[in-house]
């Protein structure tokens, strides 16, 4: 690959036919944190999260009336998570009513889901900083969460949209800031309902179980505690222990989302007040006490104290090391050079964590500009620089969510907070090259032979189309089959 | 409302079903099957295979016991969460059995190291680079090495020297035969996407009609594998994964639902396999159990002992296999845990021997390099 063909893919997200070819490659690349929109019109009409969140709310003002009216209530975490008709939740005795509301409440997550999807791909496809668009994706996949429950479905974009964009060029801190406390993955991780057992809500509902000599029903919930240490920031293995873990968790009670569960629970767990969607700190559920984490005491402070953690734990050298490495792995290879690690981790604790200052360590590495292709595109990645090959600028919301999970890879949908992977392994598989190859296809129909793939393909890959890729251009039927060849070439599986 | 009247339903595709179960098989010639289903997330054992006999378990479980009262009696300690019905109907045949305080060597609680191990038969994650499942073909009597894999790519168990080909149901238009003949020759001079591509080619042949099945629900799924596994040029090894167990919230509801599809795909494979059920063997295994105290929100936290299961017509079963560690605070690993008290490395090497006819010792040493030296477990499936 030509350095100019480096950047375009590697760093990119695929060349667009009309565009000219970056004379200055690491320039070029620079550039582009200035002309990055954290907001672009593509984004302007995709749902918020404080409208996903009304519309959840109203949802479950509505199972809460009918409730009181007697009508039986469908679980709403109950999401059959492995899938269709065989597991379905357990509400079939459920009134139509109920069920009407659900499939209601379900059909605007989708759809929320499926705007978000849209404006995502737009972004990808028209905005003028393709560079700093795949750190958006690279960074919402650290920050994974997963449209699996109804209550993620229609939020899991807006985490990307509201958390990670506007942080994209800022410090990695704010980042863990606006992800950790932003609804999705206050939902997602279970954390909005975390009680500390000796908060004053725990204690009143433990009182009043004992009274009734029944058992206590809330606490601790230390799903995104974990991952926090484990995914976000530290990374496994690197010395925090199971007291550390649970430590965190009693820190990080009270953390969580407005309006979500209202009636008189969420006014006694202090959750009531606020729009739908909003961060809220409720003392009322928040363990009381100072926490020791990694050796290190975290007086008693409402709030601040689990931002105390996250403060420190946003500038630890095992979360430079962390964080280095999977970039490594994004630019420079599925094993990433040790030296090229040292070098992204140094300039993180240098910069106490200034993305654009890593993002110029990056470019600045030989390690990720050797001429071979150093990784398998993802589905993500080659839909994307496919559609830009073809100068798509429109996608239809519902194909796009079809083709991504035809091609395996779901939009924020990876099923587990770890995210997808960013190896070969999990990607180059026969079924998915198949296709790939099917989906090529389709493209070029729709391209309707307009594209000559033969002048295309040096625009995409400057200096770096093969002598077979080129013979397999020049010799097929019929430039749609040409287009879907150069679709499916070598050269467009990997970057 | 009319926010969205004007955005196109995006009808996501089993959108709100977590991920649809993905397989991949490998082929061996022997009349006996292999199917391993995993359960990726940490699935509950005591909530699945509930300790009722122990007298701390009704206190620890509190609401998550509930439902285990009209779960099927096992033995005088043991009952099945009664989403499993075809379970428990094979486990009143002898067909089905289940081991308890069963764990992996990994003792951390991160899904993804866990599953690690779990995969690669490893002592710790990532010490080991291949999958026991690719291993096991190495040892499983072949007449060509030549795998036959099918699901869109490969888990991890499945990963390593011998070829193993993936399949699994496209809703994507089928390829036209002239793009696929030209992409071989595009692909030549690429060892990569060359071989990819081979198996690709040759496993869209082999599965014809199977893209009829949408593969999309576990009772699908079941059924899909049961006709990959079926002729006898078909696959011999499948692996399924499943997803979902991962109830920290809510679990109640959510275990009976993931329990029902297990069930669904259970008992869709024997009935697709029909008379070659008595030569199938299931296992269903995850890498790690969770916690036995109930969490603040319904559910319950990574945790380490958990319950596995074997299925099939060669089963020894009918009971339950478990050394009982007890659930007073005392008797837990860390004060939190079920304790591990029997190993899934040895438990499965001797599954898989016996149902193979390979020697246990050597079973446990290419399965399971790390514990060679402890005994796989006999008796669980006729010789």
Redesign the interface.
Known sequence: MSEAAIALNRFGLGARPGEAIPARPKAWLVDQFASYQPRPAALAEAPTSAAVAADLAEYQDQRRAMRQQGIAAPDPTAAPAMAGGAAKPADAGADDAMKQARRFARREARDDYGALVGARTIAALTGPAPFVERMVHFWANHFAVSADKLTVVGLAGTLEMEAIRPHVLGHFADMLNAVERHPAMLLYLDQAVSVGPDSPLGQRVTQRAAQNGMTRKVGLNENLAREILELHTLGVRTGYTQADVTEFARAMTGWTVAGIGRGPGARAAGTAGGQPGDFVFAPAIHEPGARTIMGRTYPAGGEAQAQAVLTDVAIHPATATHIATKLTRHFAGDTPPPAMVDRISAAFLASKGDLPTIYRAIIESPEAWVETPVKFKNPWEWTISSLRALGTTQVKPLVMVGLMNQLGQPVWKPGQPVGYDDIAGSWAGPDALLRRVEAAERFATRAEGTIDARTLAPQLFPASVSAATAQSLARAESPGQALALLLVAPEMMRR | MD??SF???????????????RMAFARAATPKRFVFVIQ??AADGLGIVAAIGDPMFA?AR??LAADLAAGTKLDAMFALHPAMATGAALYGQGQALFAHAIASPYR??????GQNVLETGGAG?YQVRDGWLNRLLGVVPTDDAKAI??????PMAL?GRHDV????P???????D???A??T??????A??HA??????A??ALAGDLTQDDG??????GALAARLLAPDNGARIAMIE?????T???Q???L???L???D??IGALRTGLGPLWSDTLVLVATEFGRTVAV?????T??GQASAAMLFGGGVRGGRVLADWPGLKTADLY?GRDLKPTTQLDAFIAGAVADHFAIDPARAMAALFPASAKVAAIGGLVRV
Do not use: C
């Not at chain 2, 894999?149 to 490969?154: E, M």
């Not at chain 2, 496209?170 to 036209?176: I, M, T, V, W």
């Not at chain 2, 499943?242 to 991962?246: A, E, F, M, R, S």
């Open positions: 926010r969205r955005i196109a339903r995006a009808g996501a595709v089993g959108l709100l079903g977590s991920f649809a179960p990726r997330g206190g509190g609401d951390d609680r991160s899904h993804f190291d994650p894999a099918v699901a869109a790519t490969i990963r080909a993936s399949y699994a496209s809703a994507l238009p089928a390829a036209s002239d793009l696929l030209r992409v020759q595009l692909y030549q001079g690429d990569q996407l990819l591509w081979g198996e690709a080619t496993t869209r999309r629900n576990a009772a699908a799924t499943t997803g979902g167990w991962d920290h919230a809510g109640r509801g959510r009976a639902a993931q029902k599809g297990l669904a795909m969490n603040g929100t319904g559910g936290d990574h860390e």
